[in-house]
């Protein structure tokens, strides 16, 4: 008798103690989440001083941060367009340019996407009479990680 005692006392605290880690798991469950939480805050937050830091040393958040190296305000331009809607031809870029600008040709605007092209910036998709226009991923890639926001899938 003396050896069943023992063994349904252990059956009985082997019980309890899978109680207790069920009801730990319980308890500890809404802390995992809050952990969670203060995470997802502090990348938010990081990301929102990285903004300000942005739009304090430059006067603008804007995807031609990217290209420190390229002054000219017409192929800044066309990168803004590219970023507000890609799969533009040039005939839509240079419009879109004229409506910033007051003026653009179709030829200038032809030629900085060549120039934006050969820098990684821009990439053509299409037939040789009817190309549209792209930003890179890895130039779009590039902005949302300076933005802080990590890797982004725009498509």
């Known amino acids: 008798m003396p050896e069943e005692d023992i063994q349904e006392q252990i059956r009985s605290l082997s019980d309890k103690m899978e109680q207790v880690e069920a009801s730990m798991r319980t308890m500890s469950e809404p802390y995992s989440q809050l952990m969670e939480y203060l ?4 990348k938010i937050s990081t990301s929102y001083f990285r903004l300000l830091d942005l739009y304090q040393r430059y006067g603008e958040i804007s995807p031609d941060l990217l290209m420190p190296g390229v002054k000219d305000e017409i192929a800044r331009g066309i ?3 590219l970023f507000e809607r890609d799969g533009q031809n040039i005939s839509q870029i240079t419009d879109r340019l004229k409506e910033r600008r007051g003026t653009a040709s179709r030829r200038i ?3 900085k ?3 934006l092209k050969e820098q990684g910036v821009v990439k053509e998709k ?3 009479k009817s190309k549209e226009y792209w930003l890179s ?3 779009v890639r590039k902005w949302y990680e300076l933005l802080g926001l990590g890797v982004h899938d725009r498509q």
Not at 39 to 42: E, S
């Open 39 to 42: 995470a997802k805050f502090q």
């Open 79 to 81: 990168v803004k367009i």
């Open 109 to 111: 605007v032809r030629e």
């Open 113 to 115: 996407l060549k120039v």
């Open 126 to 128: 299409g037939s040789a």
């Open 137 to 139: 991923e890895e130039y």
